[in-house]
């Protein structure tokens, strides 16, 4: 598909001013780590061998039952199912199947619709290889008067839920709700549109030893239910696309920085590797890798360090993921099917040092805390996805040694009529593995959750 035109509109679309003081350093706590960098720091993290991995499935018309499901995949070599499906819970109904995450004691799991703006939450500690769906807040646009619900992090006894868009004209002005860990509305909070912002939004990633934030902007439900092919053609439409990044104070929940970011900021990745002190994200449509880093006065500088690809030909940078030690990123590109391993040890002068294209389409990537697996899936939308054969909709397990991906197991969620495959979270069979938190976490970081 050729979204040259609009991507040259998008990036002739006004330049905003860039506004806010530098973020003091009010809070040192030693760091967390998750075991994939897309999950919240306040989760204890799965060190060693994984058991599961719970794939967040989008139901389709007239194949199995038809609904949106949770499927549990037993991804530990020693076991006897290795390499398969072991437990699928479905839903009821197809609402457009998401993101999910962990609440922060690591035993729910919070998964959303983009569509039917419903919430599910899992039980995944009771018994980890069958999760239970316990409850479903169907309340979410009266409680929040936001659309979509899309990023899940935890927090302190808290969940943000970070929304694409709004109940009022469904374009992409949004916010983020907070949650107890119960599933009771708390507050909601919207993205700046003033000093610079455009009020859009998408993810969500925390760095607590810098008590910031980091939020990036998509577009609204608007543009991620219609058809991809015929939205390209819309230059409305496609003005409609985030172009900022934001840096909060995580504390206070106020935003210090926007940031010029045009073509769709995506996933937002913090290093948390100890001393490091910057993100990263990628955008959709004009593949550039941007990264936020403190300079020496302490205040977050916006960097623009690389290309992904040809941007003429749109590869649409996806998913992305850094390793735990900081020094590598994977970056899917939707439209060519291809992973792409960036070399971060200076995240300011990145090097891409290999490729592999893993099928016709491939949207999330999640690599194992040791870095010696990474799992791959297809979906991106509903009805973004490709049409025809190049629609594969699949779970990969590749073997990494840093040179080489070698391909472990697949599994063609078609073929097992169970969906379009989406979001993947891991798990352990025994919970008390878990790495807790090394230390307390400072009282003032929770400030934000209450």
């Known amino acids: 598909m050729k979204l040259k035109k609009s991507v040259l509109s998008i990036q002739k679309m006004a330049k905003l001013a860039v506004v806010g003081a530098g973020l003091s350093l009010l809070v040192q706590i030693p760091t967390a780590l998750a075991d994939e960098t897309s999950c919240s720091p306040f989760t204890p993290l799965v060190k060693g061998q994984e ?44 609402g457009e199947a998401h993101h999910m995450g962990f609440t922060d004691d690591r035993k729910y799991m919070w998964a959303g619709a983009l569509d039917s703006n419903k919430i599910f939450i899992f039980d995944i500690a009771t018994n980890p290889a069958k999760p239970k769906l316990v409850n479903t807040i169907t309340n979410f646009v009266d409680k929040t008067g936001l659309v ?36 009771e509305y708390v507050s909601t909070t919207m993205m700046p549109t003033t000093n610079g912002g455009d009020g859009f939004g998408y993810d969500v990633a925390i760095n607590p030893n810098k008590n910031a934030m980091l939020t ?81 006065k302490g205040e977050w500088q916006q960097h623009d360090v690389g290309t992904i690809g040809d941007p003429s030909k749109i590869p649409l940078p996806v998913d992305i993921s850094l390793e735990s030690s900081g020094k590598g990123l994977w970056i899917n590109t939707f439209m060519d099917g291809t992973s792409r391993f960036w070399d971060m040890t200076d995240p300011l002068h990145p090097k891409e040092t290999y490729t592999k294209k893993i099928g016709s389409q491939v949207n999330m990537v999640s690599p194992s805390f040791d870095g010696k697996r990474v799992y791959y899936t297809t979906s991106l939308l509903g009805n973004w996805d490709m049409k025809g054969k190049a629609n594969e909709q699949f779970l990969k397990s590749y073997n990494w040694d840093g040179k080489e991906l070698k391909l472990a197991f697949q599994i063609d969620f078609f073929k097992e009529k169970l969906g379009r495959a989406h979001h993947m979270k891991f798990q352990v069979r025994d919970l008390k593995t878990l790495q807790p938190l090394q230390a307390s976490i400072d009282p003032a970081t929770k400030v934000a959750s209450k």
């Open 51 to 94: 058991d599961f991995v719970y794939v967040w499935t989008l139901g389709v018309k007239g194949l199995g039952d038809e609904s949106d499901k949770l499927v549990t995949v037993s991804v530990n070599p020693a076991a006897k199912t290795y390499g398969k499906v072991i437990a699928k819970v479905s839903v009821g109904g197809r």
């Open 148 to 183: 979509g619900p899309h990023t899940f992090y935890a927090t302190p006894g808290r969940m943000i839920v970070a929304a694409l868009s709004n109940a009022k004209d469904h374009g992409g002005q949004t916010g983020m709700a907070t949650y107890t860990n119960s599933g």
């Open 216 to 296: 990036t902007g998509f577009t609204g439900w608007n543009n991620y239910m219609a058809d991809l092919g015929k939205l390209v053609k819309d230059p409305e439409a496609m003005k409609q696309f985030g172009n900022h990044a934001v840096m909060w104070d995580y504390k206070s929940m106020k935003p210090v920085k926007v940031f010029d970011t045009p073509g769709a900021p995506l996933e937002a990745r913090w290093s948390f590797k100890p001393g490091d002190n910057w993100a990263v994200t990628t955008t959709a449509l004009t593949s550039k890798i941007f990264v936020y880093k403190q300079d020496e």
